[in-house]
């Protein structure tokens, strides 16, 4: 795939004059695994809308190949890059397979019709996240789990460089979390695609994470290779947890081990 540079700078976003992220910098290492983490209202998911162009920066911007995103077409956008939001709503009485198929619709076009090609990127997209058998269901009637694969099925089909996930594995059980993000981490090694996912659980995300984004406060308190920025002093700092921190017996990566809060 194609390499891309996505960078924020001195961004600030919030909702009906409310600050959230302030004055922010931040770039996305092309061709990794970037995941953000921090408490709740820390602004995580802020940060991903505003990277998504799905919100207007409050001041400073964000710059997509050296492009002011807020200046592109936002078709243009949507070949390049795929947003999973935090709660999506599929439309009444959509099925499966119609909903993994819009993925397909910034390849489409006045002279452009369904191909091929479109076939094969919708179904690849329902076998890799094990939705293929669900592909005549309505999407209402699934359970919570299987609707977040399909949504996620929906982002691969859009066959984008760049992947962006908030909180992809909600409502997934541990075996589904871990087949989700190990899917995400093969579709980085093969196509090199520069993924960045919002995840609540930090073991998850010190395992898969190249580039690990830490928040506090609407800012950025570190940010780097998990092994070594992640610390007890880090987990008390942006969650208040008294933590040990040891290696993953599984991966290596840092692992924490709660101990209590802290007063």
Same mark, same amino acid.
């Not at 209202?41 to 995580?44: I, Q």
């Not at 964000?62 to 190949?65: G, I, P, R, S, T």
């Not at 580039?211 to 830490?214: F, G, I, W």
């Given at each position: 795939m194609?390499a891309?540079e996505l960078?924020?700078? +001195?961004?600030?976003?919030?909702?009906?004059?409310r600050?959230?992220v302030?004055?922010l910098?931040?770039?996305i290492?092309d061709?990794?695994?970037?995941?953000i983490?921090g408490?709740n209202?820390?602004?995580?998911s802020t940060?991903?809308r505003?990277?998504?162009?799905l919100?207007t920066?409050?001041?400073?911007r964000?710059?997509?190949?050296g492009a002011?995103?807020? #200046?592109l077409?936002?078709l243009d956008?949507a070949?390049?890059m795929a947003?999973?939001?935090?709660?999506?709503?599929?439309?009444?009485?959509i099925?499966?397979g119609?909903?993994?198929g819009r993925?397909?619709?910034?390849?489409?076009?006045?002279?452009?019709r369904w191909?091929?090609?479109?076939?094969?990127?919708v179904?690849?997209?329902?076998?890799a996240?094990?939705?293929?058998?669900?592909?005549?269901?309505?999407?209402?009637?699934?359970?919570?789990g299987q +609707?977040?694969?399909?949504?996620?099925?929906?982002a691969?089909a859009?066959?984008?460089?760049?992947l962006?996930? #908030?909180?992809p594995?909600t409502y997934?059980?541990i075996?589904?979390?871990?087949e989700?993000?190990d899917?995400?981490?093969e579709l980085?090694r093969?196509?090199?695609?520069?993924?960045?996912?919002?995840?609540h659980d930090?073991?998850?995300?010190f395992?898969?994470?190249h580039?690990?984004?830490?928040m506090?406060?609407?800012?950025?308190v570190?940010?780097g290779?998990?092994a070594?920025i992640?610390?007890?002093a880090?987990?008390?700092e942006?969650?208040?947890?008294e933590?040990?921190?040891?290696?993953?017996?599984?991966?290596?990566?840092?692992?924490?081990?709660p101990v209590g809060?802290?007063?």
């Open positions: 194609t891309h960078r924020a700078e +001195r961004l600030a976003l919030g909702y009906d004059g600050p959230v302030e004055d910098d931040l770039e290492p061709g990794k695994i970037t995941v983490v408490a209202a820390s602004g995580k940060l991903l505003g990277l998504a162009r919100l920066p409050a001041s400073g964000v710059l997509l190949d002011a995103l807020a #200046d077409r936002s956008v070949k390049l947003l999973l939001p935090q709660i999506p709503v599929a439309p009444d009485g099925t499966v119609d909903l993994v993925g397909r619709y910034p390849h489409q076009g006045w002279f452009r191909s091929a090609a479109d076939d094969t990127a179904a690849a997209a329902l076998d996240t094990g939705t293929g058998d669900l592909a005549d269901r309505v999407v209402a009637e699934l359970s919570g +609707r977040q694969r399909v949504w996620v099925a929906m691969l859009q066959g984008t460089d760049l962006l996930l #908030d909180e594995t997934l059980d075996n589904h979390q871990m989700l993000l899917l995400l981490a980085n093969r196509n090199n695609t520069t993924i960045v996912v919002v995840l930090l073991n998850l995300a395992r898969y994470a580039h690990l984004v830490a506090k406060g609407g800012r950025i570190a940010e290779r998990p070594e992640v610390d007890t880090l987990v008390s942006v969650f208040g947890l933590c040990l921190v040891v290696p993953c017996p599984a991966s290596g990566a840092p692992m924490v081990v809060r802290q007063e």
